[in-house]
């Protein structure tokens, strides 16, 4: 009843061979690979001589290294954690486990690593809102992971399932299939706004104002002295990096660049400047190919307002983004249409 995922063919033919060469390229990577890898004012990746800088995100990993460490060394094995789990179950909370973890509309890879992991700690099922952009294809690809199934197949399987939101809490990033009542949790970190969902019976919320929602369930998995698996991992790390703009982002908090180096020494990651700037190649192919309308649209977050006093009332779009100048022209017509076709009285576009 769906269509499906992008580039289901590409990960399924490629995760054989990319998890092959996770498991052997990154041995033994991980924070400690990064240490040893960077000297004391840059990085040397031959024997050519050939030394750059380190980059921002290595600098923020290699200050955390030793704390990630440590609290890497404290997590509980997977058999250990089997004959604690009446212990661990007063932590965690009961309404989350056998539920559908799902992300907004206009699906990004932290609304889909967050879900992944989320139902990984919680004991749920991870479900897509929507089909996927390259970055987040790129993900799948990198860690060797299955995709989820969409949250409209999952519902029709099961209407009545428990639905835990995650990324978002607005009914206007909601996916429409969606039954509000069905809702019994939220994970996420963005501001609640006018449209933030209502309930007619309490439910779980975790909301902390950090730079990444996949940071929220790293740490969770931590204070339950649990690592996340090794693939499940490198998704969060993942989605860190892409909602953080690679831990240069003005939302980007100390638990995020902690996160980081703890996740890159959990999913064995021995170059996370690498695996960055092969993150954001990919994502970069997506947003080459997109129209300033679609760039436009991809990010577009909207906000009401209900000033008082005969203020301004209704809704306005924000979105950010870039393009060359040379297409400026060509562009012209197509962000005409997009001003009469909007139903914002405003678009800000910065």
Known sequence: MTSSPAHPGAISDRRQSVTERNHTENKGGGAEALRLQAGEDGKKYDDSGIVRKRTEVEIQVLSHVQQAEGIVKTLEKEEEIATKLPEI???LPDVLQNAIFV????????????????????GGTAALASPINSETVFAFQ??????????????EENPKADICLVDHQQTSQL????????IVGVIDHHALQSKTIVTDKPIYMDIRPWGSMSTIIAHTFLTHKRAPPKPIAGMLLCAILSDTLNLLGPTTTEWDRLMVAVLSDIAEV?????????????KSRELASLSAVGLVKGDQKSFSFDMPDGGFVGEIGFAVGTYSTHRRHQETRKNHQMSVSYKFPAVLIS
């Open 142 to 155: 990198e860690w060797g992971v299955p995709m989820p199934q969409y949250i409209e197949d999952l519902l």
């Open 175 to 182: 996916n429409p299939v969606i039954p509000v009542e069905n």
């Open 89 to 91: 179950s007063l932590f």
């Open 270 to 282: 021995n170059d996370i400047q690498l695996l960055a700037s092969r993150q954001f190649k990919a």
């Open 103 to 122: 992300g907004h509309i206009v699906t990004d890879l932290d609304s889909v690593a967050g879900a992944m992991g989320a139902a990984a700690l919680y």
